[in-house]
């Protein structure tokens, strides 16, 4: 899956908590959201007038509309490794991020497990 289909993918599964998503996926939306950021901060600073350490309005409204595809796929990625997408609500404890990661980067498995089956990957 490419950064654009990624995107697309993303945005129209906003809410679908269930299936699973590829490595790709995550990781391309991941970086969507990462590089969004940091241009949206840009925008708050060079237009608006905000300081780096105060989030501006372009920021706020970017984050607000990719946070619930951002859980949406997270939850789906832990799915391909056979977990439950209530584990996203580890990274409450500051350690938790790193299993996290950890997890997000796990090869998914190639049988069929309780959140469907696997993922007909092109190469």
Not at 10 to 32: H, N, Q, T
Not at 88 to 110: F, K, M, P, S
């Amino acid at each position: 899956m490419d950064f654009g289909t990624s995107i697309k993918t993303c945005f129209s599964k906003y809410a679908d908590f269930s299936g699973r998503a590829s490595r790709s996926e995550f990781w391309w939306f991941a970086l969507f959201g990462f590089i969004g950021g940091i241009v949206t901060a840009v925008i708050d600073v060079m237009i608006f007038g905000y300081s780096l350490e105060a989030y501006g309005p372009t920021n706020i409204i970017f984050s607000v509309i990719t946070f619930l595809p951002y859980i949406a796929v997270g939850a789906r990625r832990l799915h391909d490794i056979n977990r439950s997408g209530w584990w996203q609500l580890i990274v409450l404890t500051v350690i938790g991020i790193i299993l996290l990661i950890i997890w997000w980067a796990t090869v998914g498995e190639n049988k069929k497990n309780v959140h469907g089956s696997p993922l007909k990957l092109k190469k």
